[in-house]
């Protein structure tokens, strides 16, 4: 198979590293093009053309997954504090309490400004910086060298990423023990170019005169998960919480113009899943298990995809509050995650105006005013209405089934 270290075509590069990770000449440091996606450059002049690079690249060779997923299980983590600071409900601090006990190390996304990095952690105490999906590609510098060093040790290794970030750890210890590995990955509707992001910076800097220090994609804080809302907070102090169908940058973002020419061709969009353990928020949890919404705190959809992880997770069952859900009737809910990747029909056009464009130019063209009917829909009444519904009809089956035992009970008499 041929991938972009010969071809260059963007589609066939991920950006996981591995191939610079694997180069012991040092003959490969990854760029960023011009949409601030970054690929790898070879310098010919170090080269000593061994083949590892192409040996261990994910995109050049099949990709081994997990035939079917065997456990699916919605539901979020006991501990209010935590669920409210993670993405969904939770469950990848249930599953690193899990699987953490003594001489570990865990491997995931931390934000760092508005870019985000691979780091680990060897103390379950500051997870915290793991917390919250950051919907921008992670730089995994050289954590798959770091994970085989701490596996050779004989630590307990956890590492989480996207699909792609866990296909390319696996095609890098390849040779290596992975006894004491256990990878968890979250369910990728795919990477944005960081360019939008930038020129969201740019502006921020020329309206209030101060770059962005945090930027949430997720933030939960306000006990409204399912509408997504988006946190800002300036250098200087000032924050922004707006929800995904006010805010122009979520807006624009969330219409899936911008993706990395790799995801719009993601070859890990399939039930058949790479890691142990896949994540991901609970979509169609009002509707298919009401019993689950919880106010709309947050709850997560956890498929166990091999036995290792079926064996961890049954013992993060206890940190969790929930019940096996149908895979079937989940699974219509994660389209582009599971299903099938949708490339906008337009995404030419704004990838050009991205280059030429600054955010306001952009926000004029692109951003959508939600529409009165979709407020009403999503805002007002949001999912909670068919969960009040399902409230009243609970308290009603129950009301009914105290009188019918008394009524027999009277009888009885
Ligand atoms: C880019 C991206 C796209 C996603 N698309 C979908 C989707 O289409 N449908 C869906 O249901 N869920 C999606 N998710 C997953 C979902 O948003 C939550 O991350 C997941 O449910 C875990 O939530 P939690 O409450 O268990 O954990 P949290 O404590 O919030 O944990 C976050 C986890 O995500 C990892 N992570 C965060 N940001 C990144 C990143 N940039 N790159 C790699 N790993 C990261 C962390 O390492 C950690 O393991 C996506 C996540 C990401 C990062
Ligand atoms: S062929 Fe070998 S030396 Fe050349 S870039 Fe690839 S890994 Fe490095
Ligand atoms: S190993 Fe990863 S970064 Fe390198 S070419 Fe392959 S997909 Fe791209
Ligand atoms: S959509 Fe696919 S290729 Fe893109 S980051 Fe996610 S898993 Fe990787």
């Known amino acids: 198979m041929n991938g972009y270290l010969v071809s260059e075509k963007e589609a066939d590069c991920v950006g ?5 990770q694997i180069c012991s000449h040092h003959a490969i440091c990854m760029t960023e093009n011009r949409y601030g996606f970054i690929y790898p450059q070879i310098d010919q002049k170090k080269c000593v053309q061994c083949g590892l690079c192409h040996n261990v690249c994910p995109m050049e060779h099949e990709i081994i997954k ?15 504090k935590i669920r409210r600071n993670s993405t969904s409900g939770g469950a990848f601090t249930a599953i690193c309490k899990a699987f953490c006990d003594t001489d570990y190390v865990i491997y995931g996304a931390a934000s760092e400004g508005i870019n985000v990095m691979h780091k680990e952690i060897s103390d379950i105490d500051h997870i915290d910086i793991f917390y919250s999906s950051k919907y921008a590609q992670s730089f995994i510098g050289n954590s798959y060298a770091k994970a ?83 946190y800002v907070e300036l ?18 973002f969330l219409q899936r113009l911008m993706s990395r020419p790799s995801c719009n061709a993601c070859r890990f969009t399939s039930n058949e899943r ?3 353990i896949t994540i991901a928020d609970l979509w169609g949890v009002d509707r298919e298990y009401p019993e689950l919404y919880d106010n709309g705190e ?22 969790m509050t929930g019940h096996e859900v149908d895979f079937e009737a989940m699974r219509r809910y994660q389209s582009i995650g599971l299903i099938r990747k949708i490339v906008h029909s337009r995404y030419k056009e704004f990838m050009e105006d991205l280059l030429v464009m600054d955010y306001p130019q952009l926000c004029k063209k692109w951003y959508k005013k939600p529409t009165l009917r ?3 829909q999503k805002r007002i009444w949001n999912n909670r209405r068919r969960v009040l519904l399902w409230k009243i009809k609970s308290k009603y089956n129950y009301i009914r089934h105290v009188l019918n035992n008394e009524g027999r009970k009277k009888v009885e008499n």
């Open 16 to 20: 996981c590293g591995a191939c610079v």
């Open 274 to 276: 790479v890691a142990d």
């Open 298 to 319: 947050g709850c997560s959809w956890i498929i166990c995809n091999s036995e290792k992880g079926i064996q961890v997770f049954e013992n993060a069952k206890k940190y």
């Open 148 to 230: 085989k060093v701490d596996i050779q040790n004989g630590k307990k290794v956890l590492f989480s990423g996207t699909p792609c970030q866990i296909a390319g750890l696996y095609r890098y210890l390849k040779n290596v023990d992975q006894g004491k590995l256990l990878t968890v990955e979250v369910i990728c509707g795919g990477i944005p170019s960081a360019l939008f992001v930038k020129k969201y910076n740019e502006w921020c800097i020329s309206k209030y005169g101060t770059a962005i220090k945090t930027f949430n994609y997720r933030y939960t804080g306000k006990n409204r998960w399912d509408d997504q809302l988006i």
């Open 235 to 252: 250098e200087n102090g000032k924050t922004f919480i707006t929800t995904r169908w006010f805010s122009r940058f979520y807006s624009i």
């Open 66 to 80: 997990n035939p079917m997923n065997r456990l699916s299980f919605g539901g979020y983590i006991k501990d209010e």
């Open 374 to 376: 979709l407020l009403y």
